[in-house]
């Protein structure tokens, strides 16, 4: 039981945008059905490693969630989807603009069968607009919202982010926002509608901080020109053996601490200043200094009472036995519908009343196709027929 529990949802996406979005409801205890193409191959099944017939990261994108398997372009596929959404009310589709049109399952379609359908579409560019029908991915999103060009150091080459900051930041979060806060509508009206989802606007928007220097200043954003960006001492610096930390410590507190730990307190003076001659000699001081030391000898100075903001670059395979990692239950084992358990990421927010719901990892398209389609209303010789069409592949 989840703090979504009740809430029923037809999930068509494929890839990472809409699938973590739909996995956060499925967490959060929705029930998830995804909708899924026989024939189509869903990339992120074969992303390695593998774990069984299915992919480490599919298997987590799609936890929890019941797979139908369904070729939308016969006909009887939507007199499914119609009986369906008789139930579940919300929908999320990551298409391009006038797909699910032409299939005839598009918006306007299914809200006449079923008028307070919530209907989720994502896409990079959005429903409108002069890019509406391009394909993109994690990084034209972020080189067209100008975020790429200050996110390098200068004179060099914007740097690929390791995580898909568009995908998820710019798409799958503002997914659940936007279903939940259309959820909340309905109850207090009865009202369904449809929520235009793009990953260009919604990563645009994060360039709160330096976008609004622009419009109300007109000072164009640069590499490492800002206080966030390279442009002051918050920044990662190389130690002795080549490993990394970030220093993050802006304000004149963590300052203060910094400058204690770096043996230097009157550098206070430099990293405080407003000048940029002064961060910048305050920041190679501090360069000097991490490369002075190895990563371990780092680690001890810094122990567990330090409060600067100045924390080690893990790998990832030293996050994982992190105490704070730990401490918050980050990594969590999964049931396989094959028996065992496979270890996965854990749903980031607490609840006080409330348990995340974990009730399986992904599983091979069309596992519940008769479970799903029997719920409905379906009999084993209906079913039967429709097989023999080939619609379920």
Not at 13 to 33: E, I, N, Q, R
Not at 40 to 46: A, G, N, T
Request: hydrophobic letters at 35%; charged letters at 25%; glycine letters at 10%.
């Amino acid at each position: 039981m989840g703090v979504l529990n009740g809430l029923k949802v037809l999930d068509f996406t494929t890839l990472l945008p809409g699938p973590f979005g739909s996995m956060m409801l499925a967490d959060m205890g929705a029930d998830v059905v995804k909708v899924e193409s026989p024939n189509r191959e869903d990339l992120s099944k074969y992303i390695p490693p593998m774990i069984g017939e299915v992919s480490a990261v599919y298997a987590q994108l799609n936890r929890s969630k019941k797979s139908l398997a369904l070729d939308l372009k016969q006909d009887e596929a939507r007199e499914i989807i119609f009986k369906l959404i008789e139930e579940y009310d919300i929908i999320i589709e990551q298409f391009r603009p006038g797909v699910m049109d032409r299939l005839g399952i598009g918006y306007e379609t299914l809200k006449e069968v079923n008028p307070s359908i919530i209907y989720c579409s994502l896409t990079g560019y959005g429903q409108t607009g002069p890019l509406r029908n391009k394909a993109g991915h994690d990084i034209n999103y972020l080189a067209l919202s100008g975020a790429a060009s200050y996110s390098s150091r200068k004179n060099q080459a914007p740097v690929p982010a390791g995580i898909p900051v568009a995908d998820i930041g710019g798409g799958s979060m503002p997914v659940v926002i936007g279903i939940l806060a259309a959820v909340y509508h309905r109850t207090q009206t009865g009202e369904g509608q449809h929520i235009d989802v793009s990953m260009m606007d919604n990563i645009y928007a994060y360039n709160a901080l330096s976008g609004s220097g622009y419009l109300a200043g007109g000072e164009d954003p640069e590499a490492e020109s800002l206080l966030l960006n390279g442009g002051t001492f918050y920044d990662y610096y190389e130690t002795k053996d080549g490993r990394y930390f970030s220093v993050g410590g802006v304000e004149p507190k963590f300052q203060k601490e910094l400058c204690a730990l770096l043996g230097e307190p009157a550098l206070l003076s430099l990293s405080g200043s407003t000048k940029t001659e002064d961060q910048l000699q305050f920041k190679e001081k501090v360069k000097s200094a991490f490369k002075e030391k190895t990563f371990d000898e780092w680690l001890v100075l810094l122990g567990d009472d330090f409060d600067g903001c100045v924390e080690p670059v893990l790998k990832f395979s030293e996050t994982v036995n992190h105490p704070q990692i730990k401490a918050r239950e980050m990594i969590v084992p999964v049931a396989k519908l094959d028996g065992g358990t496979q270890d996965q990421i854990a749903f980031p927010i607490k609840f006080s009343n409330q348990s995340a719901s974990y009730r399986f990892a992904g599983v091979q398209t069309g596992t519940h196709t008769n479970e799903v389609l029997k719920n409905a209303g379906w009999n084993d010789e209906k079913i039967a027929e429709l097989t023999k069409k080939g619609l379920f592949g």
